[in-house]
């Protein structure tokens, strides 16, 4: 089967070169030299684009027989060991398949970590000391003339940026998001003139020392002030209840917002898992947080764990993110795993 690839690609650069030989001929026959210029450096492009490819091609080949060579050999001395008899074994078609399927799967979880990669990509384009040393001056200069708004936003601005970019790894307390998410709510409550106000409650004090993936609760808050509590006026109320299991650790990020109708949560539901939307009432921006934030986790702690939306139109939403328990020993076995 690959002989024949090779040969029909072979065979499709020699016919399409003697077409352009043939077309070089034939416009020096009729006086057209700048044509037959044009002819001739197409023709010249197609010799060397079919030298690369037939050395690719020969490349790949031969790397793809040495790789199968190598499974053969394995399930060879497989059956040896076991007493199975060779003869037995699959045939190469079924070496293929694998082969296809193992790096199918690869190339998925290759797409689910992009975004993670352009991230921490992100974090190394900036330079925190400049930042940090920048928002400690705006900040001291404020306290300086008795502004002290300014200067407590400042401060929590300049906690939140260095959360953010910090690079002590992927996993960290759930103390330190709640801590986090008061420095970002303390921020947005400034912008919105104290329109609305956030409660936590922990059935279980014990729970902030266990681990979860770094930057999961601050989507889910702005997700929540920007689509749902934005358009309210006054008395607005997000609540963040946290509660355990044996096995699994429930965080329920609840509004009073705006909510939305059965047919958009559905929608937004379908988009977070991925699944494509066509449809004008979910916008580009809505759902992107959400979506991320599901994605790692089902990448981290797979498909049992995630997000899911409860709500009702002009009532609220309910986010619940459901992660395993990682104590100290799993956190550490996670990271290696990375």
């Known amino acids: 089967m690959k002989k024949l690839t090779k ?22 026959m009729l006086d057209k030299p700048i044509i037959s210029g044009i002819c001739i450096a197409v023709l010249i492009i197609f010799i060397v684009m079919g030298t690369v490819f037939n050395f690719t091609i020969n490349k790949k080949l031969l790397e793809s027989e040495n790789n199968l060579q190598v499974l ?6 497989e059956a040896y060991c076991s007493g199975k008899n060779v003869e037995d074994m699959p045939k190469r078609s079924v070496k293929i398949a694998k082969l296809i399927r193992d790096i ?25 000391h400049f930042l940090y040393n920048t928002l400690e001056s705006i900040r001291g200069q404020a306290m300086m003339n008795d502004q002290d708004e300014i200067a407590e936003m400042t401060e929590k601005l300049s906690k939140y940026f260095r959360y953010c970019i910090s690079t ?5 307390r759930i103390y330190d998001e709640i801590q986090n998410v008061k420095d970002y709510f303390f921020i947005m409550r400034y912008r919105f003139e104290d329109r609305f106000q956030m409660t936590i409650d922990m059935e279980d004090e014990k729970i902030v020392q266990y ?19 934005e358009h309210v006026t006054e008395n607005g109320n997000l609540k963040i209840r946290i509660y355990n299991t044996d096995k699994k650790i429930s965080i329920v990020v609840q509004d009073d917002g705006i ?6 949560l559905a929608k937004l539901m379908m988009k977070i898992n991925g699944d494509f939307v066509a449809n004008e009432a979910v916008s580009a921006r809505s759902g992107i947080a959400l979506t991320n934030v599901n994605a790692r986790l089902k990448l981290y702690f797979g498909e049992a764990y995630g997000i899911s939306i409860h709500s009702t139109l002009n009532c609220g939403t309910d986010v619940t993110i459901a992660v395993p328990i990682v104590d100290d ?9 990375e």
Do not use: C, W
Not at 17 to 24: F, K, L, S, Y
Not at 259 to 264: I, Q, R, S, V, Y
Not at 329 to 337: C, H, I, K, P, S
């Open 72 to 77: 053969e050999n394995q399930e060879v001395m």
């Open 7 to 28: 040969q029909i690609i072979v065979a499709f650069y020699m016919t399409a070169t003697m077409i352009i030989a043939a077309t070089v001929t034939v416009m020096f």
């Open 259 to 264: 909510g939305m109708d059965e047919e958009t």
């Open 104 to 128: 199918t799967k690869n190339n998925s979880n290759t797409e689910i970590l992009q975004k993670q990669i352009e991230y921490s990509a992100l974090q190394n384009q900036i330079n925190p």
């Open 329 to 337: 020993r799993e956190r550490v076995r996670l990271q290696m795993d």
């Open 168 to 172: 002590r790894g992927d996993f960290v």
């Open 211 to 229: 681990y979860i993936p770094k930057m999961t609760f601050q989507p889910i808050v702005e997700n929540a002030i920007f689509h749902g509590l």
